[in-house]
Each structure stands twice: as structure tokens, then as C-alpha cells.
């Protein structure tokens, strides 16, 4: 029977990286990346065209609905449901986002969250500074927030993900990303058993 692990944290915190030094590590391991399906899923009901990564970002609350996080939220846990027998899964989301009116949380419900069942919630964090240089070297369609934003977004996340593991009672575990990748990469496998 294999893990499910939520694993979130504020934009460039590292999510994709370390999930792409995981699966070096364990090819089998399925991801399921959020926003990716969340873009999918706009663009196959969006008569405006194809949205990018970076455009979504850039337009994030005026071209997601809560109807739009809600039909991904479906479609995570029978994605879940089927694979959890089979292979161990990390989920790559942030229900926070940055907003040009502030933030934005759009969380799993209590019923959701019941569904999904994750065994292990891991939330990374780095210093707004490390993340503020992050986004500056690769925006991707990120807007770059002030040092008081990003640290704001690092507390928000981890709110969230403390929450869902208090909710599930659960182990959360909050990850420094600001160290070198391999020490996250290990540092993650060891807290996750895998």
C-alpha cells in the first residue's frame, strides 16, 4: 500500500524541484501536480483560448473559480482512490496565492480533506529573500511580492498545512527549502518513510 503525501508551500519554495529529485529517486512514485490539472482543466472549458502556466498565474483569481478548484478537487481524490493501493503518491499544491487584492486561500473542505486521507502533510518554507532571488531568476508569470508578502505567504501555507494535519491528525512536517537540495531531498524521504 503505498504513502500519500500532501506536500505544499508558497511559490518557488522548491515543490516541482523536489519532486523532480524524487523521482530520481523512486521512478514509480506518482505526482499529482495541482496546478497542472487546475490549468487543464480551465483550458478545456475556456472558450478564451489556452491558458500558460505563466498566464494562469498572472490572471490566478480571474480565470479560477472556486467551481474550477472544486471539479480538481474530484478529480484528486479518485485520482487518489485508485493509485493508493498501488504506488505511493505525492500531491503538489498551494492553496494559497498571491493576489494583486492580497491573498487568496482555497483549501480543501473538511469532507474533501476526509476523502483524500493523506498520510503525511510536508510544507516547505525558505527565507522571502532566498524566495524573493528564486522568482527574480525565473518570474514564470509569479508576481514578485515584497519581503513582508513573502513571509506572510510562507505563515499562510503553513497555517494551512498545520491545519490539515490537525484536522487529520496526521504528522505535518515544515521543511527548510532553503538548503541545499540534496539535504531537502533526503531530509524529505527520511520524514516521509520512503
Known amino acids: 500500500m503505498g504513502k500519500v503525501i500532501y506536500l505544499t508551500g508558497a ?7 523536489l519532486t523532480v529529485r524524487v523521482r530520481e529517486v523512486l521512478p514509480a512514485i ?4 495541482y496546478s497542472e490539472k487546475l490549468r487543464d482543466h480551465v483550458n478545456a472549458r475556456s472558450a478564451e483560448g489556452y491558458l500558460t502556466e505563466v498566464s494562469v498565474r498572472k490572471e490566478s483569481a480571474r480565470a479560477i473559480s472556486k467551481d474550477d478548484v472544486d471539479a480538481v478537487d474530484t478529480l484528486l481524490v479518485d485520482h487518489v482512490a485508485r493509485l493508493r493501493d498501488q504506488r505511493h503518491i ?25 476523502q483524500l486521507s493523506p498520510d503525511i502533510v510536508v510544507c516547505l518554507y525558505a527565507d522571502p529573500d532566498i524566495v524573493r532571488r528564486r522568482i527574480e531568476q525565473d518570474p514564470a508569470g509569479r508576481p514578485l511580492p515584497s519581503a513582508y508578502e513573502l513571509a506572510v505567504h510562507n505563515s499562510l501555507q503553513m497555517g494551512v498545512a498545520s491545519q490539515y494535519g490537525v484536522l487529520l491528525d496526521k504528522p505535518v512536517y515544515l521543511l527548510d527549502s532553503g538548503v541545499d537540495a540534496d539535504r531537502l531531498t533526503t531530509t524529505f524521504l527520511e520524514r516521509c518513510r520512503l
Request: hydrophobic residues 35%.
Open 90 to 114: 505525492i500531491i503538489d499544491s498551494h492553496p494559497v496565492t498571491k493576489e494583486d487584492f492580497g491573498f487568496r486561500i482555497t483549501g480543501f473542505s473538511t469532507a474533501r480533506l476526509a
Open 30 to 33: 506518482d505526482v499529482f501536480c
Open 11 to 17: 511559490p518557488a519554495t522548491g515543490k516541482s524541484s
